[in-house]
């Protein structure tokens, strides 16, 4: 199983960014899906969730600006990131399965 998170970047307060992972070897449409951060010094913690059946869960920090969704088609998952804030600073990680995780790709929103 390989997980290839993309998307990453530096961004301006109240800017966008869509992060996207994308899969091999495991199927998404079967497994719960979800998106981590861990900001410097900080713990990790689930943003975003989304199980097999379309139910999704999130942060409350991140409600009303972020959505999880997928394309079962492309086995990829994707964390649309909307007014982000310089709090939104950290290094995002896709999760599947909840076995499997991607490498870590960095959101830095400056002020």
């Known amino acids: 199983v390989q997980l290839q998170a993309s998307g990453g970047g530096f961004v301006q307060a109240g800017g966008s960014l869509r992060l996207s992972c994308a899969a091999s070897?495991?199927?998404?449409?079967?497994?719960?899906m979800a998106w981590y951060r861990q900001a410097p010094g900080k713990q990790r913690e689930l943003v975003a969730g989304?199980?097999?059946?379309?139910?999704?869960n999130y942060v409350d920090s991140v409600k009303g600006r972020f959505t999880i969704s997928r394309d079962n088609a492309k086995n990829t998952v994707y964390l649309q990131m909307n007014s982000l804030k310089p709090d939104d600073t950290a290094v995002y990680y896709c999760?599947?399965?909840?076995?499997?995780w991607g490498k870590g790709t960095l959101v830095t929103v400056s002020s």
């Open positions: 999760n599947v399965g909840p076995a499997y």
């Open positions: 989304l199980t097999p059946a379309g139910r999704t």
């Open positions: 070897g495991i199927s998404f449409s079967s497994n719960f």
